[in-house]
């Protein structure tokens, strides 16, 4: 853990909390809280829980939450509450990752509750967080380790079925998408621009070839999604989309899961027929 002592203030991580009393100097206690596992589905919105108990009012302090690298020498700010204040152009910081997704609850800090919601979770927000909360007594950190799984969809062998992947802000027309199954990295589907498995790429694999398709009246609402039909219990696993953006490729996973078709759902038809024995 990244401690430094600086003009008279703590610094955890590049956070600096006053240190009240000279003694501190030469004896420091941080409360390390976690880390607890939070486990959710892809696309869906996650609370982290970070709060101070016995219960003490940090309307007027500060907190920061930050997302850890493995090796702990880098992290991205994730969101920070400053006496009220937050990101702004003002005030930098935020990483590109969090922003327009990471909210807090104004009303609950009066009760010590530095949590915040992450919404519409992506498999890149898969890691280590950190909270770091000013208290009156000692600085508290609180450790969360998030866990974003890939969204699970479950078919009957035979059937068709849509694989979800959009970006609602971006018109896909003059860019491009991919879907590959990331267990053998095979090519599902290709679209560069308007063009389908042209250029300099591998092609689609055979185990795909005329049985996907995209939503081409949807490109400009940045609809990625696919549809693959006729579905077989080889098609299960992991699928990735990944489309072209700005700022770097945004991926997204899909689980899927093809079930055999049970004996008891298939129908079968008896015409009624009419038999003449001879001899009657």
């Not at 992506?122 to 609180?142: H, L, N, R, W």
């Not at 479950?154 to 003059?174: A, M, R, Y």
């Not at 999604?225 to 489309?243: E, F, K, L, P, W």
């Amino acid at each position: 853990m990244q401690i430094l002592i600086n003009n008279g203030n703590l610094d955890v991580y590049g956070f600096s909390f006053p240190l009240i009393q000279k003694h501190q100097m030469s004896h420091i206690k941080l409360d390390v809280v976690g880390p607890e596992v939070i486990k959710v589905e892809e696309g869906s919105d996650v609370t982290l829980p970070c709060s101070l108990l016995p219960e003490e009012d940090i309307t007027s302090k500060e907190f920061i939450w930050k997302k850890m690298s493995k090796n702990d020498e880098s992290e991205m700010e994730v969101f920070l509450y400053d006496n009220g204040d937050l990101y702004s152009d003002e005030r930098p910081g935020q990483s590109e990752q969090f922003k327009g997704r990471v909210s807090h609850s104004p009303d609950k800090l009066k009760q010590g509750n530095a949590s915040i919601t992450i919404r519409n979770m992506t498999m890149a927000d898969s890691g280590e967080y950190m909270c770091i909360i000013q208290s009156v007594q000692k600085p508290k950190i609180f450790h969360i380790k998030l866990v974003v799984e890939p969204k699970v969809i479950t078919v009957e062998e035979g059937s068709d079925v849509t694989l979800p992947c959009s970006l609602s802000t971006k018109n896909l027309l003059s860019t491009w998408f991919v879907w590959k199954k990331t267990d053998d990295g095979r090519m599902v589907c290709l679209y560069n621009k308007g063009d389908l498995y042209s250029g300099k790429g591998a092609g689609q694999s055979e185990q795909f070839k005329g049985r996907v398709s995209h939503f081409e009246d949807e490109l400009k609402q940045g609809n990625a999604s696919i549809i693959i039909r006729n579905t077989t219990r080889a098609d299960s696993g992991v699928y990735i989309c990944i489309i072209q953006s700005i700022q770097k490729p945004e991926a997204f996973y899909i689980k899927l899961v093809v079930d055999q078709l049970e004996q008891g759902n298939a129908s079968i038809t008896i015409r009624n027929t009419t038999r003449t024995d001879s001899g009657e």
